[in-house]
Nanobody
């Protein structure tokens, strides 16, 4: 069992930056493909960004491409989501997810085995 813990959410203004962190307890982050999803009020959870288990491949939703970056620090056993140029529509609960030993970047909810509780990101004008 993997327990994912997110942190770094908060209230920011449009145009600001924020970095989210995700730590998989009990396992090394390099064992998993990792993804970030978000769910805004009244909307379905959607894929934001993902990375395969080697870290060599990443994929982004069109809505965040060029603004968000997923990365990982194996020494800190942490996956990050750097969010720049935040927009009002980025407001959501952001969750990280993990899939064991995936050589591709999973993009659907069903492909991930483990989920964190989520962290709130609120972007104000």
């Amino acid at each position: 069992q993997v327990h994912l813990v997110e942190s770094g959410g908060g209230l920011v203004q449009a145009g600001d930056s924020l970095r989210l962190s995700c730590v998989p307890s009990g396992r090394t982050v390099s064992s998993y493909a990792m993804g970030w999803f978000r769910q805004a009020p009244g909307k379905e959870r959607e894929f934001v960004a993902g990375m395969n288990w080697s870290g060599g491949s990443t994929y982004y939703a069109n809505s965040v491409a060029g603004r968000f970056t997923i990365s990982r620090d194996s020494n800190k056993n942490t996956v990050y989501l750097q969010m720049n140029s935040l927009k009002l529509e980025d407001t959501a609960v952001y969750s990280c997810a993990a899939r064991l030993a995936s050589d591709y970047v999973p993009r659907s909810l069903e492909e991930y085995n483990y989920w964190g509780q989520g962290t709130q990101v609120t972007v104000s004008s």
